[in-house]
């Protein structure tokens, strides 16, 4: 295929927490998800096809956990599996967030641009690595004491190996230091990263992985120069959703560009016969 071929397709999955708070946000993203699949295309002057998952993840006593629409182009279907998402469960403040990434992970990944958007009021759970809000509001605060004994490193280290962008829609302040563990695991793969200013760990991701003459970050992989980790201020309201989607989608498609153009100026000529 030729390098024009290369980005008119796209993946884009929507990880979003479905507890009782989110009830606003999910009903935006469902009225929204139309309107957001066909700006990709015109942006893209309609020669994109755009492939959407949802997951959709609660709490381990919640029932069901998990629920999950596996890759398609369809935004009927879409706004269908959005349609039957009920805002409800929730125990202690933290949330299967990892449960979630590793349903994104088990989707079917197939084209070259890839982003998952990440919508959430709050962090997964282990107290004092991924979250601030203390042991007393975590019912498992220890890394891999989970029902599913998940911890977050092996994900992280798979989703880069995808090569999928991630953005997190930070809605409060809860998801800080998650905000924090991922910018420094796609910071330390050779990505771009970046934290909102109002996040409090800002300061130790912006700015501080300073790019060497090559364009990477110091000690890091060339292979994942193109990745990107943005954290993003969706706050109270839903008003922005469409736009940082789009955003999103827009901005892995040009990195994707990138990519491909640098391994085919990198392809050894044939010699003549």
Partial sequence: RDLHSFPTRRSSDLLIDTTGSMYSY?????????????????????????????????DHGDHPNIEFLDFTPSADQVFEFLGRLNATGGADAPEDVLGGV???LNASWKQQTR??????????HGAGVLHDLGESSDYYPH????????????????????????????INASTNRMGLVLAQAYAASGADVKLL?????????????SKSRSGL???????????QFEEMELGTTYSQLRHL????VTTSVSRTAGRMSLALATVPKRSAA
């Fill in 115 to 124: 982003c998952i958007i990440h919508i959430a009021d709050a962090p997964p």
């Fill in 102 to 104: 590793h349903q994104a």
């Fill in 197 to 209: 200013p109002s996040n409090v760990y800002s300061s130790q991701v912006n700015g501080k992985y």
């Fill in 143 to 170: 890394p891999g004491s989970e029902p599913h004994g998940l911890t977050y490193e092996p994900l992280l280290k798979q989703l880069i190996q995808l090569n999928v962008n991630y953005a997190l829609l930070r």
């Fill in 217 to 227: 970050w110091s000690g890091a992989s060339k292979k994942h120069a193109d990745l």
């Fill in 26 to 58: 999910i009903n935006a993203a469902k009225e929204q998800v139309k309107s957001i699949v066909d700006d990709i295309k015109k942006s893209f002057l309609n020669e994109s096809e755009v492939r959407v998952s949802v997951v959709s993840y609660k």
């Fill in 245 to 248: 989607v789009i955003r999103t």
